[in-house]
C-alpha cells in the first residue's frame, strides 16, 4: 500500500492566504480539540487567530485557562508569539439568532418578534437552525476582519451532511415561502383555517408542534407580519456563507478516528466537499496507536506467553519440547521453516527465562533467597507484558488495515496522524504538544 501525502500542517497556518479553516467530521473524534489546538499553535506562529467551538462539553475554556466561553471572543493569554493573538468562543445558537433580529430590524419590532412565542420556539429548537447559525457567526466574524485566520469547530452532527445542508435548509424555510403557507390559516380563519394548519404543522418539528390552537395562529401571524421584510437576508446570507466556504482561503480538515465507522463517515465527507467544490486540505486522524517494540508481532508475543504459563517449554531447543524429564535422547530434527519460526519464539522469552533461572541458581547474599515461587511471580508478570504487547499490536494492525482501505479509496488525500494519549487535554501545554505532533503528522512511537 502506498504511503498517502503527509498533511503539513505548519504550511497550512502559516499560509496568510488561508483565512478559514474549518473542521468537520462525525462526532467524538476530536474536532473541538484539533480545532483548539490548531489555534494555538497559529497564534505562536504570529497569526491573529480565534476559534469559534459549537461542542456542548465546553472542554475547550477549561483547555485555554477560560473561566467560561460565550457568543463574543475572548482573548486568551500568554499564547501568542511576536504579533500573534488567541481569542476564542462558544456559538449561543439562541443569542446569534437574536442579534440578527436586533441588527436588521427597529427597536419596536425586534422587541415585538424576540417576545413572539414562535420566534422563541423556532430560534432555540429548530432542525438545523444550529448549523446555521454558526456559519451566520463565521460570517460576521469574516466580516469584522480584526483575525486573519478563523478556525470553526463544527456542530456534532448525526450526519457530516447536515453541516452543509442544515443552513440552505433553515434559509429555504425562511425566506418567506413556507412561512407564508402557514400564513394562509390566518387570514382564513375559523375551522377551515385550523385544519388547514394541522396539515402544515405535520411538516414541523417537534417544538413547533407543541404550540397549538388559536394562539398559535396569532403568534405566526405577529411573528410574520414582523419580519416580513427580513425573510430574504436570511437566504442570502446563507447563499453567501456557502459561496465563502467555497472561496480561495477556506480549508476544510477533515477530523477522523482510525475506526471504520469514522472513517468511512469522514471518506463520504471527502466526497461531499469534492462535489460541493470545497478546498480539503487534508484528513486528521486523531488517536492512532503506535509502538516502539513493533519488531515483536502479536503472534510471537502470545505464542512466548503460553510457553512461560506452560511451564518454561522455552528453556528446551527446538524440536525438544515434552522431552525435558523423559530422560530419552532424541534426534536433532532437520530445521524447516516451521521449526525456525518456533525456534524465533522461544528466542523471544528466552532473555526472561535466562534472567529468572541464573537468580535462582545464584540468589543474593542478602535478603529472600531465590525460590521457585519467585520464578513463577516473574512468568506471570512477563507472561501479562507479552499479552498486553500482543493486544497493542493487534489494535495498531486493525487500525492500518482500515487507514489502508481510506487510502486505497482516497489516495490523493494528504494526512496527519495524532497519536493516542492516555488521557484528556486539559490545558495550554496539552494543546501545544497536540499542534506539536499536528506538524509533524505522524504519531508518537511509531
Known amino acids: 500500500m502506498d504511503t498517502p501525502p503527509r498533511l503539513a500542517v505548519d504550511r497550512l497556518l502559516d499560509d ?5 479553516i474549518v473542521c468537520c467530521g462525525a462526532g467524538g473524534v476530536g474536532k473541538t480539540t484539533t480545532a483548539a489546538a490548531l489555534g ?44 500573534g493573538e488567541l481569542h476564542a468562543m462558544m456559538l449561543d445558537m439562541k443569542r446569534t439568532f437574536d442579534e440578527i433580529v436586533e441588527a436588521h430590524a427597529d427597536a419596536e419590532r425586534a422587541r415585538a418578534i424576540l417576545a413572539n412565542p414562535f420566534y422563541q420556539s423556532l430560534s432555540a429548537g ?19 476582519d480584526d483575525w486573519d485566520l478563523i478556525i470553526v469547530d463544527t456542530p456534532p452532527s448525526r450526519s457530516a451532511l447536515d453541516f452543509l445542508d442544515a443552513p440552505k435548509r433553515l434559509g429555504s424555510f425562511l425566506d418567506g415561502k413556507f412561512i407564508r403557507v402557514l400564513m394562509a390559516p390566518a387570514k382564513v380563519g375559523g375551522r377551515a383555517g385550523m385544519k388547514f394548519l394541522n396539515v402544515g404543522m405535520s411538516m414541523m418539528t417537534g417544538t413547533l408542534s407543541k404550540l397549538m390552537g388559536a394562539s398559535l395562529l396569532k403568534d405566526v401571524q405577529t411573528f410574520v407580519a414582523a419580519m416580513d421584510t427580513m425573510f430574504g437576508g436570511f437566504r442570502t446570507r ?24 469514522a472513517l468511512r463517515e469522514a471518506a463520504y465527507f471527502v466526497e461531499r466537499l469534492a462535489a460541493e467544490k470545497m478546498p480539503l486540505a487534508g484528513l486528521v486522524l486523531n488517536r492512532v496507536h503506535g509502538s516502539g517494540a513493533d519488531q515483536l508481532s502479536a503472534e510471537r508475543a502470545l505464542a512466548a506467553a503460553e510457553n512461560l504459563e506452560e511451564g518454561g517449554i522455552v528453556d528446551q531447543e527446538s524440536g525438544k519440547a515434552g522431552l525435558r524429564d523423559s530422560g530419552a535422547e532424541a534426534t536433532e530434527p532437520t530445521e524447516t521453516a516451521e521449526t525456525a519460526g518456533s525456534a524465533d519464539t522461544a528466542r523471544t522469552a528466552h532473555s526472561a527465562r535466562t534472567t529468572r533461572t541464573t537468580r535462582t541458581a545464584n540468589p543474593p547474599e542478602t535478603g529472600s533467597p531465590g525460590t521457585e515461587g519467585d520464578t513463577a511471580v516473574v512468568d506471570r508478570i512477563t507472561a501479562g507484558l ?14 492500518q488495515r482500515t487507514r489502508d482501505r481510506f487510502t486505497s ?6 494526512v496527519a496522524e495524532v497519536a493516542a494519549l492516555p488521557g484528556d487535554v486539559h490545558d495550554l501545554a496539552g494543546l501545544r504538544a497536540i499542534g506539536e505532533r499536528l506538524a509533524a503528522g505522524v504519531p508518537a512511537g511509531a
Open 16 to 20: 496568510r492566504e488561508t483565512r478559514i
Open 40 to 83: 494555538v499553535r497559529a497564534a505562536g506562529r504570529g497569526r491573529k487567530a480565534v476559534v469559534l467551538t459549537i461542542d456542548p462539553a465546553r472542554r475547550l475554556a477549561q483547555s485555554m485557562g477560560i473561566d467560561s466561553l460565550d457568543n463574543t471572543p475572548r482573548k486568551v493569554e500568554t499564547v501568542g508569539a511576536g504579533n
Open 126 to 144: 429548530f432542525a438545523g437552525t444550529q448549523e446555521y447559525m454558526a456559519m451566520e457567526k463565521l460570517g460576521q466574524l469574516r466580516a469584522r
Open 238 to 261: 446563507a447563499d453567501a456563507t456557502f459561496r465563502l466556504l467555497q472561496a480561495p482561503g477556506t480549508a476544510f480538515l477533515v477530523v477522523a478516528a482510525p475506526e471504520a465507522d
Open 386 to 399: 507479552l499479552r498486553l504487547h500482543a493486544e497493542r499490536m493487534q489494535v495498531i494492525a486493525r487500525e
Open 409 to 414: 479509496l482516497h489516495p490523493e488525500v494528504a
